[in-house]
């Protein structure tokens, strides 16, 4: 199940922000085999980081199975990947989430942002810069993909997808 829901607006002291939930998606998935397999994405129209500050911010968990090999989470903006997480015996039966901010810094550069974290506490930030084509006039793509390194179905799992937008103040 995915839906869209509309614009909220804050009031805070010294004036006012908007954000609104561009996408949500509360639709289980997982791998196929031992490829790098699609979980969930989202295509951000063209215009949508209009101006300079404009932020996404994306929200995803999921869990791991427990066969006990290498699993990796991948979080991608562009086709570029910014996150890589892999897992072994650790993660087994364990569950991840990850936050990313992507910022518009000009008309072909998003600054990102990722947090990364499993339920046995290893948490990774990383901070990326992506060259996109033109903000303005062309979509770009920010998806996850999983892999089981033992090909085994379903051992990398994505529950929960949320895209924010947060305007420039």
Do not use: C
Not at 145 to 167: C, F, H, L, P
């Amino acid at each position: 199940m995915s839906f869209v829901i509309g614009p909220i607006s804050i009031i805070a002291a010294g004036g006012s922000s908007s954000f609104s939930f561009l996408y949500v998606d509360l639709t289980t998935v997982g791998n196929i085999d031992g490829g790098s397999d699609d979980l969930m994405s989202y295509t951000v129209p063209a215009g949508t980081l209009a101006e300079i500050g404009d932020t996404l911010i994306i929200y995803a968990h999921g869990s791991f199975g427990g066969n006990g090999g290498l699993r990796t989470i991948k979080f991608l903006v562009d086709g570029t990947t910014i996150s890589s997480e892999i897992g072994g015996a650790e993660v087994d039966n364990d569950h991840w989430g990850i936050e990313s901010r992507v910022t518009r810094r000009d008309a072909t550069t998003l600054e990102v942002f990722t947090d990364a974290e499993f339920d046995t506490n290893t948490a990774k930030v990383i901070r990326a810069t992506e060259t996109v084509s033109d903000l303005d006039s062309n979509s770009f793509i920010i998806k996850f993909q999983g892999q089981d390194n033992n090909s085994n179905t379903d051992e990398v799992q994505q529950n929960y997808m949320a895209v924010q937008k947060i305007a420039a103040p």
